[in-house]
Antibody, heavy 116, light 108 residues
Framework: EIQLQESGPGLVKPSQSLSLTCSVT?????????WSWIRKFPGNKMEWMGY???????NYNPSLKSRISITRDTSKNQFFLQLNSVTTEDTATYYC?????????WGQGVMVTVSS | DIQMTQSPASLSASLGETVTIECRAS??????LAWYQQKPGKSPQLLIY???SLHTGVPSRFSGSGSGTQYSLKINSLQSEDVASYFC??????????FGGGTKLELK
């Protein structure tokens, strides 16, 4: 069974960096698909943030391009999100997900609050 | 970016009723549309892809239709376990993929 699990701090201070890990079990991230980060804001707006493909290429939401980086550790079957210079507007639930057009597997989500 | 306008934002229906949720895209998305269900505290679950294809394991009371810029999700014979939020996502054009604003479905 394919499972994705996010981990990382639930509280980040403004201007700092948000770093999250997605651990994948049941499927090797280099075998196929694109591995995405998506967030859901309070009020329910969803935003696709970006992905890293099975080959290691990345694609980011233009609205975040200057602040976001998605990387991976293939030896641990994990991929990572780093979002720099966060503000309170980055407070959201962050999901990692497997994308094949539609998104067929999602992690449980991790709530991140940006606050001093 | 393609804008996805979803309606209604909230909906109250009775058990056994048929419910329809709609998404309108700001341009033609050529059936590149998915519908998801999300229950409180849970991750979203894929229901429909390619506008009208039922994902594996999804009950047949769920169906999707539409083309061009107009799409809909229909739930026949509403069950108590269908109480959830629903949202659409276009994946025809990216970056970025974009989502509808969601519909919260409650029991009357």
């Amino acid at each position: 069974e394919i499972q994705l699990q996010e981990s990382g701090p639930g509280l980040v201070k403004p201007s700092q960096s948000l770093s999250l890990t997605c651990s994948v079990t049941g499927y090797t991230i280099t075998s196929g698909y694109d591995w995405s980060w998506i967030r859901k804001f309070p009020g329910n707006k969803m935003e696709w943030m970006g992905y890293i493909s099975y080959s290691g290429s990345t694609n980011y939401n233009p609205s975040l391009k200057s602040r976001i980086s998605i990387t991976r550790d293939t030896s641990k079957n994990q991929f990572f999100l780093q979002l720099n210079s966060v503000t309170t507007e980055d407070t959201a639930t962050y999901y990692c997900a497997r994308y094949e057009g539609p998104i067929d597997y999602w992690g449980q989500g991790v709530m991140v609050t940006v606050s001093s | 970016d393609i804008q996805m306008t979803q309606s209604p934002a909230s909906l109250s229906a009775s058990l056994g009723e048929t419910v329809t949720i709609e998404c309108r895209a700001s341009e033609d998305i050529y059936n590149g549309l998915a519908w998801y269900q999300q229950k409180p505290g849970k991750s979203p679950q894929l229901l429909i892809y390619n506008a009208n294809s039922l994902h594996t394991g999804v009950p047949s009371r769920f169906s999707g239709s539409g083309s061009g810029t107009q799409y809909s999700l229909k739930i026949n014979s509403l069950q108590s376990e269908d109480v959830a939020s629903y949202f659409c996502q276009q994946y025809y054009d990216y970056p970025p993929w974009t989502f509808g604003g969601g519909t919260k479905l409650e029991l009357k």
